[in-house]
C-alpha cells in the first residue's frame, strides 16, 4: 500500500472490510458524517449501496466526497458543464 494512502477496517453488511485513501479524503468524509450527525459506518453503507457494480468502494467515496464538497462550497463553476 503507497505511504500517502490511510487504511481503515470497517464491518459493512456484517463483513469486515478495509479502505484506503488519502488523508484528504478521510477529512472530507469526516466534515461529512459531523454535519449530517451520522458514524462512518453509516455513511460507508449508504455510498456502498448506491454505487456501481464494477466501481471500488474506495473510488465510490472518493466521489462522494467530491460531490459533497462541491454542493457545499464556492467550487460549483468547477463542474464540468456537460
Given at each position: 500500500m503507497?505511504?500517502?494512502?490511510?487504511k481503515?477496517?470497517l464491518?459493512l453488511?456484517?463483513?469486515?472490510?478495509?479502505?484506503?485513501?488519502?488523508p484528504?479524503?478521510?477529512s472530507v468524509l469526516?466534515?461529512?458524517?459531523a454535519?449530517?450527525?451520522?458514524?462512518?459506518?453509516?455513511?460507508?453503507?449508504?455510498?456502498?449501496?448506491?454505487?456501481?457494480?464494477?466501481?471500488?468502494l474506495a473510488?465510490?467515496?472518493?466521489?462522494?466526497?467530491?460531490?459533497?464538497?462541491?454542493?457545499?462550497t464556492?467550487?460549483?463553476?468547477?463542474k464540468?458543464?456537460?
Amino acid at each position: 500500500m503507497s505511504r500517502y494512502l490511510r487504511k481503515r477496517s470497517l464491518i459493512l453488511a456484517g463483513h469486515d472490510t478495509s479502505v484506503a485513501l488519502e488523508p484528504a479524503f478521510w477529512s472530507v468524509l469526516e466534515r461529512m458524517i459531523a454535519h449530517q450527525n451520522i458514524t462512518l459506518v453509516q455513511l460507508v453503507t449508504q455510498v456502498d449501496a448506491t454505487r456501481a457494480p464494477d466501481q471500488s468502494l474506495a473510488s465510490a467515496l472518493r466521489v462522494h466526497a467530491v460531490e459533497w464538497l462541491q454542493q457545499h462550497t464556492d467550487i460549483q463553476s468547477l463542474k464540468d458543464p456537460s
